[in-house]
């Protein structure tokens, strides 16, 4: 057990390091830090942050958040920054207009029309379900008549 | 009836969006920079570190401008196009050589040929971030007033040149 507990362990600790750590002296500065490479996109790898990934690119970005955030720039400038070089494709969280509309709605939609087949499923169910007890219930007086029938036969 | 149709339509559906997405390029981001003016830049010369090269310095003529690197693959495959393409069209091609050691660059230009007008040095990949890149090698074409007006990510093959740069250089040449 303690050698499975030691492996878990270390998942945590090497998975809660970023690749590579740079240190602001202002803790707001460091926290905007921290949240702007949790938030951008490393164009390479498509699929992680420049926060996790290790691909060049993703490590020249951080550079130049880090920069950024030195020379006092706001949160917005940063990303306006990014947008203005790399399109809303380079943010997790793509605002909300005409094009990126169906991204933001299908899974609202998606949600309601799974709740609609919950219901449905579970409407028909129970319409089953009630059949199901009818049957039942003739079985048992069906079951009644056979046991009276044979009481019959064994006594005479 | 309805039993019937009622998955078809969904096969129908998810059939015409697998279909979509079978022809979608998750590489091809859009540009933001189509028809904006080139990000400025003021940087040293491959060949002679000691002079830089701006976009002002381009203006009044159409060119393309190819990031490349030695340590990079497709650019490896890329390359005898480019070298084919400058030699039979007369284009003005300026090279941003990303993230490269200058010995490395230099000493690829001279065993695989030179396609560039001048190549540009950028170290530490700053340039690349002004301009998005994302993917080397990739290829901007400039308009005479200075607006990128075409941006292919990826090596450019025999049949983009045909296909899109060489229309897309005529018409812009005959722009005033």
């Given at each position: 057990m303690k050698p499975l507990l030691l492996v878990f362990l270390l998942m945590i600790s090497i998975s809660s390091h970023a690749v590579d750590s740079r240190q602001l002296s202002d803790p707001k500065q460091q926290e905007s830090y921290e949240t702007l490479t949790k938030e951008l996109r490393c164009l390479v790898c498509q699929n992680q942050t420049i926060a996790d990934s290790n691909a060049e690119l993703a490590g020249d970005l951080r550079r130049q958040v880090y920069e950024m955030l030195e020379q006092g720039k706001s949160e917005q400038d940063i990303i306006r920054f990014m947008t203005d070089r790399y399109?809303?494709?380079?943010?997790?969280k793509p605002p909300f207009e005409g094009k990126t509309s169906l991204l933001w709605i299908a899974p609202v939609v998606f949600l309601f029309m799974g709740l609609m087949m919950v219901f449905f499923v579970i409407r028909r169910k129970r319409a089953n379900a009630k059949v199901h007890v009818d049957a039942l219930e003739i079985n048992t007086e069906k079951q009644k008549k056979v046991r009276s029938l044979l009481e019959k036969g064994e006594l005479s | 009836m309805l039993k019937y149709i009622i998955p078809l339509l969904l096969f129908i559906i998810l059939a015409v969006f697998l279909g979509l997405g079978l022809n979608l390029?998750?590489?091809?981001i859009p540009s933001p920079f189509i028809n904006k003016p080139a990000p400025h830049f003021s940087a040293p010369k491959?060949?002679?570190?000691?002079e830089k090269l701006t976009p002002a310095d381009l203006k009044g003529q159409v060119w393309l401008f190819n990031v490349w690197a030695s340590w990079c693959v497709s650019c490896r495959a890329e390359h005898p196009i480019l070298n084919q393409f400058a030699k039979q069209y007369a284009v003005v091609i300026i090279g941003l050589n990303y993230k490269d050691e200058p010995e490395d660059a230099k000493t690829w230009l001279k065993t695989l040929g030179n396609p560039y007008n001048v190549s540009i040095m950028d170290q530490d990949g700053r340039i690349g971030i002004d301009y998005g890149?994302?993917?080397?090698?990739e290829t901007f074409v400039i308009d005479k007033k200075g607006l990128i007006r075409y941006k292919h990510t990826g090596p450019v093959s025999v049949a983009d040149v045909q296909n899109i740069f060489l229309p897309l250089i005529a018409k812009l040449e005959a722009e005033s």
């Amino acid at each position: 057990m303690k050698p499975l507990l030691l492996v878990f362990l270390l998942m945590i600790s090497i998975s809660s390091h970023a690749v590579d750590s740079r240190q602001l002296s202002d803790p707001k500065q460091q926290e905007s830090y921290e949240t702007l490479t949790k938030e951008l996109r490393c164009l390479v790898c498509q699929n992680q942050t420049i926060a996790d990934s290790n691909a060049e690119l993703a490590g020249d970005l951080r550079r130049q958040v880090y920069e950024m955030l030195e020379q006092g720039k706001s949160e917005q400038d940063i990303i306006r920054f990014m947008t203005d070089r790399y399109g809303d494709f380079v943010l997790y969280k793509p605002p909300f207009e005409g094009k990126t509309s169906l991204l933001w709605i299908a899974p609202v939609v998606f949600l309601f029309m799974g709740l609609m087949m919950v219901f449905f499923v579970i409407r028909r169910k129970r319409a089953n379900a009630k059949v199901h007890v009818d049957a039942l219930e003739i079985n048992t007086e069906k079951q009644k008549k056979v046991r009276s029938l044979l009481e019959k036969g064994e006594l005479s | 009836m309805l039993k019937y149709i009622i998955p078809l339509l969904l096969f129908i559906i998810l059939a015409v969006f697998l279909g979509l997405g079978l022809n979608l390029k998750p590489n091809d981001i859009p540009s933001p920079f189509i028809n904006k003016p080139a990000p400025h830049f003021s940087a040293p010369k491959l060949n002679a570190p000691e002079e830089k090269l701006t976009p002002a310095d381009l203006k009044g003529q159409v060119w393309l401008f190819n990031v490349w690197a030695s340590w990079c693959v497709s650019c490896r495959a890329e390359h005898p196009i480019l070298n084919q393409f400058a030699k039979q069209y007369a284009v003005v091609i300026i090279g941003l050589n990303y993230k490269d050691e200058p010995e490395d660059a230099k000493t690829w230009l001279k065993t695989l040929g030179n396609p560039y007008n001048v190549s540009i040095m950028d170290q530490d990949g700053r340039i690349g971030i002004d301009y998005g890149v994302y993917g080397v090698p990739e290829t901007f074409v400039i308009d005479k007033k200075g607006l990128i007006r075409y941006k292919h990510t990826g090596p450019v093959s025999v049949a983009d040149v045909q296909n899109i740069f060489l229309p897309l250089i005529a018409k812009l040449e005959a722009e005033s």
